[in-house]
Each structure stands twice: as C-alpha cells, then as structure tokens.
C-alpha cells in the first residue's frame, strides 16, 4: 500500500498531547513505569520531571543516507543505561545539561533548519520517548508537512506507540541486544527481547520504521545473529542498517573485548554472515549494503 507524504495530524497530535500530560501525573509513557508525578517534579529513572532539557541541535549529515541532511535535536535523559554511552553525562545527569526552549522556540528553529535543507525533524538524545509531551508541545507550533523521526531505543510501551500514529513518520530503532542477559549487563533493561519484539510490529504498524544494529565486539553469537535471525524472519522488509562504528566511550577504561573497537577480523565475520538476501533493504552503515561490500568486505 503507498503511504501519504509525512504528515502530521493535528487531531492526533492534540489527543497524543493530552494522553501524555495526563500520563505524566503518574508516569507510564515508557516501559519503565515509574509512576511518579512529574508535574509535581518527582522523578522516575529518567531523571526527568515535565520539562525538557535540549542539549544540541544541528543539520546532522552522518544519519542514514536516505534521512540526511537531518535537523536532529538532542534532548537530555534516558531510561536505558548503556555501559557504552555516547551522551552519558546527559544521560544520567539530564538536569544539569542543556537548557530549556519554549516549545515555540524551538519550533522556529526547526523551521529555520528546513529552510537550510533539512529533510526532517529528528528527535534523539538521550530518548525522545521520556521527553514526549515536551516534544508533542513542541510539534503543536510546527507546519503539518513536518517529517518526524523519533530516533528510540523503543523502550517504550504500545500505549505510546499508537498515540504518536499519525505524529511521528519514521521509527528509528535501535534494536541493539540479542539476549536478555546482555541487556540486563549493558543496559539495565529487564525483559528486552519480550519487550521488543512485541513493540516492533506494532511501530511498523504505525508508521515506517528503519532498524538499526551496532555491531558490538564480541556479541556476534549472543546478539547480532538472533537480532538478524529475528528480523530476516518477522520484519525483512523493513530497511535494516547494520553500523561497524562501535566506540566504546567509558567502557574504554575497563577491560575486555567491549573496551576497544570492533576488531577486523569480526567485522568480516559478521558482514560474511549478514545474508543479505534474507533483507529487502539491507543498509550497511547508513548505505546501500552492495555498493559497500562490493569495495570494502568481499
Ligand atoms: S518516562 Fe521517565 S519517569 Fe516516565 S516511566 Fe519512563 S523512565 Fe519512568
């Protein structure tokens, strides 16, 4: 079926609005349902009460091909707690970074970047979905024509998912760990295969979704190939993009396989093993798989 242009539903987008401010009195918008108030400011283990923190914002070239340039707006806080964070500080201490924007504000400056050329709206960070009624607020101020990307670890719930149908356009999930046992040490999610793979459809369901999956070194076994097993099986027409630049930022200081990059030899391992002719839209780092591999891993 051949989806309308990115759009977003202003009937959909006042009933997501109020569905989140009112979730927020005792805060389940994430799969961690904490039940705090942020209104009143009590925090759950995003750290977050109602208010957004935006730490970065620019016209991001190194997204995948078919997104970029993307106008990508960092928003603080997180309920994941990867060992390998980029964004840490922001993460496990959102309230001291960044600065807040009056949603019209920022609006502005999402309209200024799309004069610039951005292609869409990229809401990261940290993760847009513990920062959703600040970003629906957000969204109220801008044109409907605005492609939304929500680029998750879709640590999320289906409540969320099917409020933000008809808002986001594009589900941008990191699908990272293959086992509950890596998620529960490299994470701190609890439940994660079960979570995720029950919430993918539903995502896909909703609106397009690109996966991705970063290679991490020494989880071929335990987490690239069921995360590969699962989708060639249950979603193979969603574009998969498969990322080698795995850096391990504080996990630099310890010790074994996760401290360094990924090494060559499991690199080719894995782009060996990918079998791409079980994916429609197989991307490698953020580019068409053939025309890589073609020049770089045969
Ligand atoms: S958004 Fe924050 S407070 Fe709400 S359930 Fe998730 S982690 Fe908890």
Sequence with gaps: MTRPSPHIDRDRLAAARAWAEARYHACDVCAER????RHAGELGLCGLPADARVY???LHLGEEARLVPSHTIYLSG???RCAFCSDDPQVRRPLEHGVTVPPAALAKRIAQ?????ARNVNFVGGLPDVNVLYILKVLEHCPPDTPVVWNTNLWTTPEAIAHL???VWTWLVDFKFGNDRCARKLAGARDYLATLTDLLPRAAAAGEVLVRHLLMPGHLECCTRPVLDWLATHLP???????????PYRM???????SRGIPAAERATALAGLGPERFADLLFDGTEY???VSGSAS
């Design 290 to 292: 053939p025309l890589i």
């Design 78 to 80: 997180c309920n994941f």
């Design 56 to 58: 970065k914002e620019y």
């Design 113 to 117: 970047r799309r004069a610039e050329g």
């Design 252 to 258: 630099a200081r310890g010790r074994g396989p996760m």
């Design 237 to 247: 027409e969603v574009p998969l993009n498969v990322m080698t630049g795995y850096h």
């Design 165 to 167: 149908e008809g808002v």
């Design 34 to 37: 904490c039940l705090v108030d």
